[in-house]
């Protein structure tokens, strides 16, 4: 079975706290691609990721940093000092590489970032 | 265009009647997607087309769900007879390539369809 869990449905931080966002995955392919999205009020999904199944270096961009655990099939989203611009649902998705390109998405976090 | 459109931006309808959502993905993708994002059901894979062709219907929830794409661009979801529980916001998506290859997808700003 393919699937992606994102077992924390809402989170609250105060502004410049660090946050992580979990996902984890099912998959028995082999190779795969793992991606974040986010999702704003109004409402279209900004790609903000993405990491094959070979490559579990770590990777921060900014304020933003993933961290892939293939031993633990974790693909963990952490924002350092969180503004209130980062308020938004944040999606986690699998590719396999012989499903056809389609995403299998997580249920989605929402991140309130509170002043 | 620069980024992925789609027509309408909100749709109301009546129970029962038909629907037609459009997608007009950037320029020179292949691939092009449809996603329905519902209240407790999260984002879900409706079908996936490459080119003119959907290799991957199996989201699809009813034979009263089609959907079409011609020149290898536009493409057209209809929802038949629709039911209260279709309502939804209704997402495409387009890539280069498939994100099973590592590409990314980009997404439009989805359709508000409200059954009544």
């Known amino acids: 079975a393919q699937k992606v869990t994102q077992a924390q449905t809402e989170i609250s931080v105060v502004e410049k706290e660090d946050v992580t966002l979990d996902c984890v995955y099912e998959t028995r392919d082999t190779t795969y691609y793992l991606f974040w999205y986010k999702q704003p009020p109004s409402g279209e999904l900004v790609f903000l990721i993405r990491r094959n199944s070979f490559d579990e270096q770590n990777e921060i961009s900014g304020r933003y940093s993933w961290n892939f655990q293939k031993s633990t099939s974790s693909f963990n989203f952490t924002i350092t000092a969180s503004q209130v611009v980062d308020s938004a649902v944040y999606f986690c998705a699998l590719s396999p590489y012989n499903q056809g390109g389609k995403l299998i998405f997580g249920q989605g976090t929402e991140l309130s970032v509170k002043p | ?116």
């Open chain 2, 1 to 116: 265009g620069a980024g992925v459109s789609q027509s309408p931006s909100n749709k109301v309808t009546e129970k029962g009647k038909d629907v037609e959502l459009r997608c007009d993905p950037i320029s020179g993708h292949t691939a092009l997607y449809w996603y329905r994002q519902s209240l407790g059901q999260g984002l879900e894979f409706l079908i996936y087309f490459q080119g003119n062709s959907a290799p991957d219907k199996s989201g699809l929830p009813s034979d009263r769900f089609s959907a079409e794409r011609t020149g290898g661009s536009v493409s057209t979801l209809t929802i038949q007879r629709t039911q209260q529980e279709d309502s939804a916001v209704y997402l495409c998506a387009s890539s280069l390539a498939h994100p099973g290859h590592g590409t990314e997808a980009f997404f439009g700003q989805g359709t508000r369809l409200t059954v009544v």
